[in-house]
């Protein structure tokens, strides 16, 4: 079964630091990745998603991802955070043939002004 | 507007008893999906629908039951059977399963 591994359950940064959230993921064919997040007291959204082509992603709000298929990994960046980047991360995969994502356990980003 | 509406936002039940959690999408998508989140636990999936009439277990459809009756429709049903039923939980549509998803606001649930 496909297994993804968020490896930063809690992260603190001031506002203007760079950031970056680990996703690996355990399945090795073709994949659809996917980064969500989840602001306070507001639905779950996507952020950003890759399905093929220029591995590197751009998504709202300033945030890109970059897929490394070698490396089974898609981590998510931002140059600089801001404080109303607080918020919960979803990193998902679909892929092995199965129709439903995978998610990680989420990694909760606080930002302090 | 376009989007996924659950009721109630809260809701509130004595243990033995059966609760039906509602979940409605305007967005013509195939797939609907329920999620229940847990703090520390990520999403994890309950039950799925591709089409209407059709559904499948999820990880942990344990005490759980759906139906897909409308394209539009996935009502959750936490059964007296669901041994740890106070949580938060999430209804998802995707246009299709290899899609992104929409997501509810959800519906927190305690059972006391």
Known sequence: ?113 | DGGITQSPKYLFRKEGQNVTLSCEQNLNHDAMYWYRQDPGQGLRLIYYSQIVNDFQKGDIAEGYSVSREKKESFPLTVTSAQKNPTAFYLCASSIDAAYEQYFGPGTRLTVT
């Open chain 1, 1 to 113: 079964a496909q297994s993804v591994s968020q490896h930063n359950h809690h992260v603190i940064l001031s506002e203007a630091a760079s950031l970056e959230l680990g996703c690996n993921y355990s399945y090795g064919g073709t994949v659809n990745l996917f980064w969500y997040v989840q602001y306070p007291g507001q639905h779950l959204q996507l952020l950003l998603k890759y399905f093929s082509g220029d591995p590197l992603v751009k998504g709202i709000k300033g945030f890109e991802a970059e897929f490394i298929k070698s490396k089974f990994s898609f981590n998510l960046r931002k140059p600089s955070v801001q404080w109303s980047d607080t918020a919960e991360y979803f990193c998902a995969v679909l892929g092995g043939g199965s129709y439903i994502p995978t998610f990680g356990r989420g990694t909760s980003l606080i930002v302090h002004p």
